[in-house]
């Protein structure tokens, strides 16, 4: 069934395969008067895109996106907003030996036998590909959340062994691993090229957090802005893992040490991440994702064909030894795009509501 | 904005407060011809049920359902299911003390700004008593997946400190805490008398468990299988953190050891958690939840008034020391309930597959 | 599939059978603050109920409506909102002739045939009878809407034959017909006992109206203000045909003659009926709805049993010899659904539109 | 608010302004294995196409149609499908002269006043130019429902005061007027060049109709199949009302006259056009629109300025003297889209149904 649309009413609809001719999206419910310009998709663009380093894939693609409707004279008019992209770079030959058999960890299996069929040039419609049409959402309500006071960034917090201590954003831009600590680059570099050696790939965690979030985001009891933002992270090809606030921490802590008290100048800790009963407290909304390692690796596994017969499957074609490294830019799009969707979604329920929200932090 | 509704296909609303005459449900969207009865429902109700041991709140609720609708000489007709359940104990005395400050790590503060004004009772809506609802839902799920075969069940893996590790199914339910393993029975009761004399909380981690899940279950990109449940489940109350199959695990681990190689005997591990590109494999269906520590304990707060003014809060009233202990039901309800909604999606729009689809496992 | 929801972000979710234990639904999406009690539902509910005329179904059903949730102190909390009415004076037994039969124009054979079986009793879900809800839900969005400054109301302008032209407001709701003009009335009495007495049944055209409609409700290109409420009225049972403003008087018009001019003081006419591009204009919105004759009638006719064989059907039970008498207050009420979840909806996306939006009428 | 999909399962996204660069859609939820080329969805955009006539708008696009994803190898592959139209015959510099003007009957003062600004430049959204997508789409739905039996046709039933009488299907694409009458062109041709002289506009009225439609499509009570018809036909430009069946004319009819009484070998007659309760009967689904005469005539209209001073407003440009010569293949496309997305709602829930369901028409 239809499930290439995010959110209800900020909503975002995408199409586009690794190898097809392009990618798409439908940008509906943007408010209108919003100075919009495709240099302002392009930067988070440029962000993700692939072949920017020699750590992730070297397939080489501009992506330049062009904005096809719903921007007049530089502003957004309230009408949907369509995005293009055309794939330029594509090798389809990498994987005709790939069409019949399965690679392990892959969506091959689970897609042929969904449909009954596949595009299975790159993974197609499941390929990290489509991610390229979420960062060029989200970046649209980036700059909306921006000028409401919201700043959405991200950083990634681990790569494989190395857990990397959050020091400042200054410089998470950069260096081609998102990381927070100038200090640790080297050795994210290192090992990096260790896992070259080793032809393997490697997991990673990264952090997202979204600044100047007023109270009151989320709608209980379902869509949640902590179920809706899990939602939209889980989404992410390769994630494995949601947490908001302490998360899995939060078992061994007892309610002494995990509640978040407040005083008049605000709260004194953030166990919480921001939310409390799904609802934001106006405190920095912060979430953490683990992605899994990256499935395309050199070294021969055990599979099947679409026969079911036993195969050794070798992935050749140009992969990112660690999908985490370019996860960063698509993590802060999808918290942005929640954010959106609930901030509007709360503007329209409450409206009358005439309590002043001083934001506690 | 409405946000009470969960499913697309196989739609669960509800309402209800804690402290308000009943909690109500409708189930939409039901195929036609299930048999049902109140008792199928009131299984799972009473698994959940506060008072049932001396580890829960001594609230005292029968949590009688009623079927309204949708169910003629015994089977489901097609029709939405009306669900109702009378609150008969209440004591909202307990609360008027709150009335006009907000309980540290409650929902409290959030609602108060978000809507202005707040049914203070209990909780009003954030309170877990609406849980039983979506356990009532639950049930109708659970009963018609067993009948396709698939068996929703869960148990709490880890309490606080103490992890537990899967042992057997059985006797599962024959514990007030839901755990795998009888042996550890006995150490959990010491630890919650300790936890009760120290008078706090503390958190917990569930498992939930699908077997015999078909292959195909999941909508890319946004309607990923892992991505609702991962929404459904992070719309429990006190869950900070979803994993599916190893979850954060995953991010130290390589890609040559985290691939769930295949054969033609199946797969010959399930590291996945038995999603591949957000579609179910075929595999068991794995996911991990934490639960944050009750918020509500009998040591005393700081906090502030609806005023701003610095004030100590001790919440008083019958509180779970662990509400963990009670969100195994909860949980599988959550899961029978999205893959219910899913198995609806899969069908509406692939009948027309005519590949066979091997369960491997 | 789940199609008992109605609108978008103030959703109304119904359930209940003509011969079950009780009707329900749930509002989700009222803005909170509103002062509601049952007694603002029971009003309309009273303009609805059967048996208040020797004009409709002699069936006696007080229809008294209990609020069960979202409504603390006297107002609205923002949280859904539990309605239900119970159902007191069923005679089943009128309706086991018809257990195994179709009645001529009515649903047993759809629903026999979509579902496989069905609750025959008085139609089940597909009686009438399951408007009440319709308008229980409808008087919370009116009672919004008229603090809104926006008035939704109705009247019969034809019964048969007898096209009635409007006169005025006042004793619209004093006679069983919603009859616009007190002169008619002595008319359309004398109609009636003429039907009765040849046993049979006639359809009926009523239109309604909403005075203070701001400028801008409707959400092109699908999601219009006409196609939404086209969408609700035609959702009402025996509703054959709707039409907005001049409706299908329009084929026959000529551009020069049909267009609204507009001066500075306000539109020369209102052909377009308060909607333009499928945005409201700001002049009254107005819709007619044709209702078909009752199907329930006593004379014998042709019909098939669930085995295929002819045979003759006679429908006993009591009914409405008109069901276009009671539809007023039921069309008021998907008009005011649809305008209240358009505002909210608006209001979501528009917040920051500078642009003053001067009333022209 | 985003309202710009149409659909459940089988959605619609579309954008694109009438002097934009492109118009683009996104049909997801297309079922897997469809045989689809962008000849299928050429045929219908030809049909529709402007300056195909001297009847409509000589306006030339060639609305060469590109399918972007969800194809591959000529089959669908259950991804979503993207769709691009180049717009190639511009001239915007027509509109300048109303940019800060309203024209009468047009949609530019709803969308000023709704969204503070607009793309004046040929309506900008709400030109009738968006339906070349819908028509696309639409020919998707046409093909699947072909594989499944369905039939989706119309034709024009009146041109202004001119009734037409069906007669035969032959020849109803033969002619610009989609007249199904070859006797009745010529009168149709000499009263348009009347039109002409009198540089005015005028109405139409289209039917619609879909042969082979199995019994048990449509979701009550709120997703009826004719309420979410009646909200598809409603949202195309210019359309003021929808009939179902007998639509109108049911008002005087009699019970006794109106019910399709059944026979072992049908139905005896389609008063109701083929939907009884809101669910398809199996009897062919009939519906009619009324379409309001253009609002672009070159005849002076009187109009206010963006600053509410009274403007006198010629409209030039190229336009259809008449909408809704142009109107069948769209109303056909918004039928197919409807019946499509029933026909996956339908099977969601209902594949257990084992009752035969013997098409009786």
Known sequence: MSGNTFGKLFTVTTFGESHGPALGAIVDGCPPGLPLTEADLQRDLDRRRPGSSRYTTQRREPDQVRILSGVFEGVTTGTPIGLLIENTDQRSKDYSNIKDRFRPAHADYTYHHKYGLRDYRGGGRSSARETAMRVAAGAIAKKYLAMQGIQVRGYMSQLGPIAIDFKSWDGVDDNPFFCPDPDRIAELETYMEQLRRDQDSVGAKITVVADGVPVGLGEPIFDRLDAE?????????????????????????????????????????????????????????????????????????????????????????????????????????????????????????????????????
């Open 229 to 361: 933002l899990a939602h939209g992270l889980m989404s992410i090809n390769a994630v494995k893992g949601v947490e908001i606030g302490d998360g899995f921490a939060c078992i061994a802590q007892r309610g002494s040490e995990h509640r978040d008290e407040m005083t008049p100048d605000g709260f004194l800790s953030n166990h919480a991440g921001g939310v409390l009963g799904g609802i934001s407290s106006g405190q920095p909304l912060i979430a953490h994702l683990a992605l899994k390692p990256t499935s395309s690796i050199t070294q021969s596994g055990r599979s099947i064909d679409v026969d079911g017969n036993p195969v050794e499957v070798i992935t050749k074609g140009r992969h990112d030894p660690c999908v985490g490294i370019r996860a960063t830019p698509i993590a802060e799009a999808m918290m942005a795009l929640t954010l959106m969707d609930h901030l509007l979604r709360h503007r329209a329920q409450n409206a009358d509501v005439s309590v002043a929200t001083p934001r506690l932090s």
